[in-house]
T-cell receptor, first 113, second 110 residues
Framework: DTAVSQTPKYLVTQMGNDKSIKCEQN?????MYWYKQDSKKFLKIMFS???????INETVPNRFSPKSPDKAHLNLHINSLELGDSAVYFC????????????FGNGTRLTVT | KNEVEQSPQNLTAQEGEFITINCSYS?????LHWLQQHPGGGIVSLFM???GKKKHGRLIATINIQEKHSSLHITASHPRDSAVYIC????????????FGTGTRLQVTL
């Protein structure tokens, strides 16, 4: 059973398009995250939700909009894609907001051409 | 500014060697995480610690709060340990916002 699953695994699209990445966890965790990993493998938090409520919103262009329909799902919608959005996006979850191990999805490699 | 520094950036070892990866951070963390990312890309949480030492199989993680330093050790290294190891610090009051180190790419050869 996959604990944190995200789809699609690969996403290739043209500049200007709108795309979504979906994430679901079956661990019963309260907190979910989106991380971006750049070409140098550096990870950075984008968003965090706790029980469907946004608790972390880093300096991310407002073309990126997270949506949490319930605490098991956190989707990421990206409008007007740009070349610089190309990266690997990881979804993760944890039991609480503080001092809990993270469980990561397998990542979505987004390529914008 | 909350910063995390990791060393070395790259590490090559022969099978069986004892490996140490270091992580230093600025004051006031509430927890330090060690993550492993295999060439296939998936990320696995290895340890989360706020004091002392934790052990899981051949992996040992230690943290020294006074020196603001954590180490990840791998005993009897094996080629399957080849991966990128990432430390991440969580500061008190930052609601699970982790700041990541730049990662250590480990290659274990036969």
């Amino acid at each position: 059973d996959t604990a944190v699953s995200q789809t699609p695994k690969y996403l290739v699209t043209q500049m200007g398009n709108d795309k979504s990445i979906k994430c679901e966890q079956n661990l019963g965790h309260d907190t979910m995250y989106w991380y971006k990993q750049d070409s140098k493998k550096f990870l950075k938090i984008m968003f965090s939700y706790n029980n469907k409520e946004l608790i972390i919103n880093e300096t991310v262009p407002n073309r990126f909009s997270p949506k949490s329909p319930d605490k098991a799902h956190l989707n990421l919608h990206i409008n007007s894609l740009e070349l610089g959005d190309s990266a690997v996006y990881f979804c993760a979850s944890s039991r609480g907001s503080y001092n809990s191990p993270l469980h990561f999805g397998n990542g979505t490699r987004l390529t914008v051409t | 500014k909350n910063e995390v520094e990791q060393s070395p950036q790259n590490l090559t070892a022969q099978e069986g060697e004892f490996i140490t990866i270091n992580c230093s951070y600025s004051v006031g963390i509430s927890a330090l995480h060690w993550l492993q990312q295999h060439p296939g890309g998936g990320i696995v949480s290895l340890f989360m610690l706020s004091s002392g030492k934790k052990k899981h199989g051949r992996l040992i993680a230690t943290i020294n709060i006074q020196e603001k330093h954590s180490s990840l050790h791998i005993t009897a290294s094996h080629p399957r340990d080849s991966a990128v190891y990432i430390c991440a610090a969580q500061w008190a009051g930052t609601a699970s916002k982790l700041t990541f180190g730049t990662g250590t790419r480990l290659q274990v050869t036969l």
